[in-house]
């Protein structure tokens, strides 16, 4: 048995800023904060993480267990409406085409290890209609950044979650774009397929440790090593 687990943002899909602007309106509204987000890294953070970042730079700590409760909830409530509206959104080149061939195959699990928190993933993956890959009502081995702001530990917990499902010698491979993906796959003792879709390259995701890269998930290379 085999466990893919996705990461979303950059990999499957891009947003066109709708979580941009999503928490640009949180911190406006809650704190005063305009344009909260300007020169914050979104790229392979988790969303505590980048949450942390802008409390840090713009309120100068961080923000109280309630405060973040309260700005998730928040955001997930302003998502959706960013989602629906934003104009650059894209599920990315070969994602449908290659879920509906990984859909039917009976020796394959597909799984999520994102750094977004829960609610967020499965809104951007019903905005982009994916989510009939990843139910979040059935057993969907899955990382969340709502499980831990570090990647490395929420790819673990995702790992852990595949082979109490899959079985324990299943083969399990993460899907990602980043840099952190690669790191966080190899923290959990699992290779990386690396996509270039996001902001780094093919040779940068190599020189950190990707088991494999390919330039988007259409790549012909794709089927080969996942063997389709």
Not at 14 to 28: D, E
Not at 92 to 100: A, D, F, M, T
Not at 118 to 130: D, F, I, N, P, T
Not at 204 to 224: H, N, Q
Request: charge should be negative; include cysteine; charged fraction near 25%.
């Amino acid at each position: 048995m085999r466990v893919l687990l996705f990461d979303i943002d950059g990999t499957l899909l891009l947003t066109g800023g709708a979580g941009f602007v999503a928490l640009r309106r949180i911190f406006a509204d809650l704190y005063g904060v305009e344009d909260a987000v300007r020169d914050i890294e979104f790229h392979g953070r988790t969303d505590p993480l980048i949450l942390d970042s802008i409390a840090e730079r713009h309120l100068g700590r961080r923000l109280s267990t309630d405060e973040a409760r309260r700005v998730e909830e928040r955001y997930v409530t302003e998502l959706g409406p960013c989602l629906d509206s934003s104009e650059g959104f894209q599920v990315l080149p070969g994602v449908v085409g290659l879920l509906e061939a990984l859909g039917t195959r009976e020796d394959v699990v597909l799984g999520l290890a994102t750094g977004n928190w829960e609610r967020a993933a499965h809104a951007k993956l019903r905005r982009g209609s994916l989510d009939r890959w990843f139910d979040s009502n059935g057993a969907l081995p899955a990382g969340y950044g709502s499980d831990a702001a570090d990647r490395a530990e929420l790819t673990r917990l995702a790992v852990q979650r595949a082979r109490g499902i899959a079985g324990p010698d299943a083969e399990i491979l993460v899907i990602g774009d980043t840099i952190h993906d690669v790191r966080a796959s190899a923290a959990a003792g699992v290779p990386c397929l690396a996509v270039a879709t996001g902001n780094a390259t093919e040779a940068v995701l190599e020189a950190e440790g990707a088991a494999w890269t390919v330039p988007s998930l259409e790549s012909p290379d794709v089927a080969r090593i996942l063997g389709l």
